[in-house]
């Protein structure tokens, strides 16, 4: 189902169980995308599909850039959540050579259109910050923690300030979410006008 053209030979499309082909792309891509600073999240490949079929329920959003090949170049999935009026973005992955092109824009423009037409009102996310990437690690955040998320620091390139530029803002932090000093800094953004 194609539903818009964001870029020269490029397209948006939702993703669906029976294209086969793009189910196994999109599992790759999860794999490829996360394995430089998460590479626990989807460690095999039957890890990753297990993720897309998930992402492929009927009450979630799964949507997918391909280009003129049918080669995916990345994918967003959503959840339900609060009756609707919140979703949760998860994941967004892009294919690694194609990062800084643009893609995740419009993947995320494309996600919060489809979240309005489902009556959402807003949009949240959890940026995982295990690798140090963040002047958020290594820190005792149970102390003095909102002077710390206003003071924040990227060390090492981590995607929150992406979401920043999309709008998004830091809504909340779970300290050591992933370990000690591994927070999960979560994220939101309006949606409705």
């Known amino acids: 189902m194609e539903d818009s053209k964001p870029g020269e030979n490029m397209k948006i499309i939702t993703l669906t169980k029976e294209d086969e082909s793009l189910v196994q792309q999109a599992a790759q891509i999860l794999m490829d995308a996360f394995r430089e600073h998460w590479p626990e999240a989807w460690p095999t490949i039957k890890d990753a599909q297990q993720e897309i079929l998930e992402m492929l329920d009927a009450e979630r959003i799964c949507r997918a850039v391909i280009d003129d090949q049918r080669k995916l170049l990345g994918i967003i999935g959503g959840i339900p959540q609060y009756d609707g009026h919140v979703w949760e973005l998860h994941p967004l992955a892009i294919q690694p050579e194609m990062q800084g092109r643009g893609i995740g824009k419009m993947l995320a423009e494309d996600f919060e259109e489809q979240v309005r037409q489902q009556g959402g009102l807003t ?59 591994k927070p999960d800094i979560i994220m939101s953004k309006r949606v409705i006008n």
Request: aromatic share 10%; charged share 20%; net charge negative.
């Open 123 to 181: 949009i949240t996310l959890g940026s995982d910050d295990e690798d140090h990437m963040t002047s958020l690690s290594d820190v005792n955040l149970f102390e003095n923690l909102w002077d710390q998320v206003k003071n924040i620091r990227n060390l090492k390139h981590h995607p929150y300030e992406f979401y920043q530029k999309m709008g998004y803002v830091i809504t909340g932090v779970v300290p050591n979410a992933n370990g000690i000093g």
